[in-house]
């Protein structure tokens, strides 16, 4: 039996769902049935479900239409912590390249995959994360965990070499995230007043960034699984990129837990715990998660961004000048990942309040 995992920083190996999946199946093995879940909805009902903000960059860069567009990025942070973004500037030749990689990459044989798999100590490469226990219950998914920023020749070799052109698309990926990442920190420290540089700064040349892409092959019994299970993402900012019309992303609004309905060539924007942090908690990291689909697969590209390591993690001064008190503590990048890396897993509302005052 393999050596169980002493923190999230790795995963214990589990089998690909993808194999499971193509074996045609006519129920789920039990360790990927979720009795712990009474609530699981696997397709948009339709009429009555609410909708995520939908956010134009174009329009928050035009001065004529800026002030009313900042406000409705204001109203989408605070009261939902996820929006929609259009116009955002990165080209569909890039999106669409990218999705391509991605999606030649995972029809790849399992073999040829594997040369990729999770080491023992590193949650890089293709597998699964905080798999700790072999009881634990498993997620109907496979993914692929690859560090991209700060960018250095050597992590080049821990990115698929296979299709060949992968590195060179993810390369110029990349960089447009990271444009657009800076953007709208922007625009986000203009709707909160902050006019501190590095609030939006610290996510250029030194930020940091993961990839994370997650595939969710079609399953026999959707209502029974989770994708993935509900979190609030613990980095700065999120970009997710749907690479088809498949919903499975659901965000929970008001106690119900709302669709993401795929928007062709738009990003999906959430905030992390890290920016709840720095914005004093005037913003919130929502909790999501994602559920599968009895007959089509899906697959989402998963862009996390941090600022550079020597920001430090906690509210922006600027907003405690009017004497609000400080919601949260403040820490450097290192402490607050050490501090999420030794929590169980599971356990993302008792790591979220060791960090408030
Ligand atoms: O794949 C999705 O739709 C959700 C992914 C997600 O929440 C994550 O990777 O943190
Ligand atoms: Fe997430």
Same mark, same amino acid.
């Given at each position: 039996?393999?050596? @169980?995992?002493?923190? !999230?920083?790795?995963?214990?190996?589990?089998?690909?769902?993808?194999?499971l999946?193509?074996?045609? $199946?006519?129920?789920?093995?039990?360790?990927?049935?979720?009795?712990?879940?009474?609530? #699981?909805?696997?397709?948009?009902?339709?009429?009555?479900?609410? !909708? =995520?903000?939908?956010?134009? &960059?174009?329009? &928050?860069?035009?001065?004529?239409t800026? @002030?009313?567009?900042l406000?409705?990025?204001? %109203?989408?942070?605070?009261?939902?912590?996820?929006?929609? +973004?259009?116009?955002?500037?990165v080209?569909?030749?890039?999106?669409?390249? /990218? *999705?391509?990689q991605?999606?030649?990459?995972f029809?790849?044989?399992?073999?040829?995959?594997?040369?990729?798999?999770? *080491?023992?100590?590193?949650?890089?490469?293709?597998?699964? =994360?905080?798999v700790?226990?072999e009881?634990?219950?498993l997620?109907?998914?496979?993914?692929?965990f690859?560090?991209?920023?700060?960018?250095? %020749?050597?992590?080049?070799?821990?990115?698929?070499?296979?299709?060949?052109?992968? *590195?060179?698309?993810?390369?110029?990926?990349?960089?447009?995230?990271?444009?657009?990442?800076?953007?709208? /920190?922007?625009?986000?420290a &203009? @709707?909160?007043?902050?006019?501190?540089?590095?609030?939006?700064?610290?996510?250029?040349?030194?930020?940091?960034?993961?990839?994370?892409?997650?595939?969710?092959?079609?399953?026999?019994?959707?209502e029974?699984?989770?994708?993935?299970?509900?979190?609030?993402?613990?980095?700065?900012?999120?970009?997710?990129?749907?690479? %088809?019309?498949?919903?499975? $992303?659901?965000?929970?609004?008001?106690?119900?837990?709302?669709?993401?309905?795929?928007?062709d060539?738009?990003?999906?924007v959430? #905030?992390?715990?890290?920016?709840? &942090?720095?914005?004093?908690?005037?913003?919130?990291?929502?909790?999501? !998660? @994602?559920?599968?689909?009895?007959?089509?697969? *899906?697959?989402?590209?998963?862009?996390?961004?941090?600022?550079? %390591?020597?920001?430090?993690?906690?509210?922006?001064?600027?907003? =405690?000048?009017?004497?609000s008190?400080?919601?949260?503590?403040? +820490?450097? +990048?290192?402490?607050?990942?050490?501090c999420?890396?030794?929590?169980?897993?599971?356990?993302?509302?008792?790591?979220?309040?060791? $960090?408030?005052?």
């Open positions: 039996m393999a050596k @169980a995992p002493n923190s !999230r920083r790795w995963s214990l190996p589990v089998p690909s769902v993808q194999e999946a193509s074996q045609h $199946l006519h129920t789920v093995p039990p360790r990927y049935v979720r009795d712990d879940f009474s609530d #699981i909805i696997t397709v948009p009902s339709g009429d009555h479900q609410l !909708r =995520l903000p939908l956010i134009d &960059m174009t329009k &928050m860069v035009n001065p004529e800026q @002030a009313v567009e406000h409705k990025l204001h %109203s989408a942070c605070k009261e939902w912590g996820i929006f929609q +973004l259009i116009n955002h500037g080209s569909d030749e890039s999106l669409r390249n /990218m *999705r391509k991605f999606e030649e990459f029809e790849l044989p399992l073999q040829e995959k594997k040369h990729l798999a999770q *080491r023992p100590g590193s949650n890089e490469g293709y597998g699964h =994360l905080f700790m226990s009881e634990q219950k997620e109907w998914q496979d993914m692929l690859i560090k991209v920023l700060p960018f250095q %020749s050597k992590i080049l070799e821990s990115w698929p070499g296979n299709p060949y052109k992968f *590195r060179e698309i993810l390369v110029n990926y990349v960089e447009e995230m990271r444009k657009v990442t800076v953007s709208i /920190m922007k625009f986000i &203009m @709707a909160l007043q902050i006019k501190d540089e590095d609030f939006y700064e610290s996510y250029n040349k030194e930020g940091k960034c993961d990839m994370r892409v997650n595939f969710y092959p079609a399953c026999p019994e959707p029974k699984v989770i994708g993935i299970h509900p979190h609030v993402d613990v980095h700065g900012i999120t970009l997710l990129q749907e690479c %088809s019309d498949t919903s499975g $992303l659901q965000v929970l609004k008001d106690g119900h837990w709302v669709f993401v309905e795929p928007i060539g738009a990003l999906t959430d #905030i992390g715990l890290i920016l709840e &942090m720095m914005s004093n908690g005037i913003y919130k990291a929502p909790f999501h !998660r @994602a559920v599968v689909n009895k007959s089509k697969e *899906r697959l989402a590209i998963v862009t996390i961004c941090c600022p550079s %390591s020597s920001c430090r993690i906690g509210p922006a001064k600027q907003l =405690l000048q009017s004497g008190p400080p919601l949260y503590k403040s +820490l450097t +990048l290192e402490e607050y990942f050490e999420f890396y030794n929590s169980p897993p599971g356990s993302d509302i008792p790591f979220i309040d060791k $960090l408030k005052i």
